[in-house]
C-alpha cells in the first residue's frame, strides 16, 4: 500500500496519539504534545478549531466548557479571551495554568522533534483560513511530517488544491462503495472511521487498498480490538494507550 505524504513512511499497522499523550495530560495542550512527541509514536493527533478572529486553536470540542475554565463556543471567542482560560486543572492540579495552544504555537514544539502529525480541521474552513494553516506548516517544512483529517468534504476539496503535498485523511460516518468512490475522487490517502463503521463492511478494506486507499480506526485501546483491526487489514489505529499499542505490536 502507498500512503502519500507523511503517510508514505508509516509502518505496518501505524500508531497515532489520540490529541496527545490525552491519557496522561490535558488532551490537545502543549503538556499532552510533549508527552506524545517523547514516547516516539508514528503520529500524534490534533484538533483544530478557529477562533471568532480566526486563529486556529487545538481544542476537540466545539465549545471551551470541557476542557477549561469558561464557556461558549470556541467560534464565539476571540483568541485573547481563549488564551485567558486554564485548560490544564479540569484534568489535574498538577496543569493548572496551561493554554489553549494555537496551531502556531503546536508547529513550533513539533518541528524541532522527529514525530509526525495529523492534523484535524474542525468546523467549516474558508479558503484564506486554510492557506494560513498550510502557509504555517510550509514555513517550518512539515509537509512530509504533516497530514491532515476532517469529516467535512469542503475542507478536503480545499486541502486539495492548497495544500496538494500533504496527505488527507477522509474521516467518515458511512463505509461503502460510494464513500470509495468519493475518497478516490478526492485523491484521498485514507478513510478514518470508528471500528463500528468499518464493521459495516470489513471487505471493503482490501477494496480500499486496491485503488491505493488506506484505512484509520478510532479509538482503539484494548489488545482485543487491535487484534480485530489488524486481522481486517487496517493501516492505522488511532489510541489513548500508544505505548501499550507501541508494545504489542512489536511483540506481532
Ligand atoms: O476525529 C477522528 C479521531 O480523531 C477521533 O475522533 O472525536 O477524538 O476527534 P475525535
Ligand atoms: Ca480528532
Given at each position: 500500500?502507498?500512503?502519500?505524504?507523511?503517510?508514505?513512511?508509516?509502518?505496518?499497522?501505524?500508531?497515532?496519539?489520540?490529541?496527545?499523550?490525552?491519557?496522561?495530560?490535558?488532551?490537545?495542550?502543549?503538556?499532552?504534545?510533549?508527552?506524545?512527541?517523547?514516547?516516539?509514536?508514528?503520529?500524534?493527533?490534533?484538533?483544530?478549531?478557529?477562533?471568532?478572529?480566526?486563529?486556529?486553536?487545538?481544542?476537540?470540542?466545539?465549545?471551551?466548557?470541557?476542557?477549561t475554565?469558561g464557556?461558549?463556543?470556541?467560534?464565539?471567542?476571540?483568541?485573547?479571551?481563549?488564551?485567558?482560560?486554564?485548560?490544564?486543572?479540569?484534568?489535574?492540579?498538577?496543569?493548572?495554568?496551561?493554554?489553549?495552544?494555537?496551531?502556531?504555537?503546536?508547529?513550533d514544539?513539533?518541528?524541532?522533534?522527529?514525530?509526525?502529525?495529523?492534523?484535524?480541521?474542525?468546523?467549516s474552513?474558508?479558503?484564506?483560513?486554510?492557506a494560513?494553516?498550510?502557509?504555517?506548516?510550509?514555513a517550518?517544512?512539515?509537509?512530509?511530517?504533516?497530514a491532515?483529517?476532517?469529516f467535512?468534504?469542503?475542507?478536503?476539496?480545499r486541502?486539495?488544491?492548497?495544500?496538494?503535498?500533504?496527505?488527507?485523511?477522509?474521516?467518515t460516518?458511512?463505509?461503502?462503495?460510494?464513500?470509495?468512490?468519493?475518497?478516490?475522487?478526492?485523491?484521498?490517502s485514507?478513510?478514518?472511521?470508528?471500528?463500528?463503521?468499518f464493521?459495516a463492511?470489513?471487505?471493503?478494506?482490501?477494496?480500499?487498498?486496491?485503488?491505493?486507499?488506506?484505512?484509520?480506526?478510532?479509538t482503539?485501546?484494548?489488545?482485543k480490538?487491535?487484534?480485530?483491526?489488524?486481522?481486517h487489514?487496517?493501516d492505522l489505529?488511532?489510541?489513548?494507550?500508544?505505548?501499550?499499542?507501541e508494545?504489542?505490536?512489536?511483540n506481532?
Amino acid at each position: 500500500l502507498q500512503l502519500h505524504g507523511a503517510l508514505s513512511r508509516v509502518e505496518e499497522f501505524g500508531i497515532i496519539s489520540h490529541r496527545g499523550a490525552a491519557a496522561l495530560a490535558p488532551e490537545n495542550t502543549l503538556a499532552a504534545m510533549r508527552i506524545a512527541f517523547d514516547q516516539g509514536v508514528d503520529f500524534v493527533e490534533a484538533d483544530l478549531h478557529l477562533t471568532a478572529d480566526g486563529v486556529p486553536v487545538l481544542m476537540h470540542d466545539p465549545t471551551v466548557d470541557r476542557t477549561t475554565t469558561g464557556t461558549g463556543p470556541v467560534a464565539n471567542l476571540t483568541l485573547a479571551q481563549i488564551q485567558g482560560l486554564d485548560a490544564g486543572s479540569w484534568f489535574d492540579g498538577a496543569f493548572a495554568g496551561e493554554r489553549v495552544p494555537t496551531l502556531e504555537a503546536f508547529l513550533d514544539e513539533l518541528a524541532p522533534t522527529n514525530s509526525r502529525a495529523l492534523i484535524e480541521l474542525k468546523g467549516s474552513w474558508n479558503d484564506e483560513q486554510v492557506a494560513a494553516a498550510v502557509a504555517l506548516l510550509d514555513a517550518r517544512y512539515l509537509m512530509d511530517r504533516v497530514a491532515f483529517e476532517s469529516f467535512e468534504i469542503d475542507n478536503l476539496e480545499r486541502l486539495a488544491v492548497l495544500a496538494p503535498n500533504y496527505a488527507r485523511v477522509m474521516l467518515t460516518r458511512e463505509w461503502n462503495r460510494p464513500t470509495l468512490e468519493l475518497a478516490a475522487a478526492l485523491n484521498i490517502s485514507a478513510v478514518g472511521a470508528r471500528v463500528s463503521v468499518f464493521e459495516a463492511d470489513f471487505a471493503l478494506v482490501e477494496d480500499a487498498r486496491v485503488l491505493g486507499i488506506g484505512t484509520m480506526v478510532y479509538t482503539l485501546n484494548t489488545v482485543k480490538q487491535w487484534k480485530q483491526a489488524r486481522s481486517h487489514g487496517i493501516d492505522l489505529v488511532i489510541t489513548d494507550d500508544p505505548v501499550s499499542l507501541e508494545q504489542w505490536r512489536h511483540n506481532q
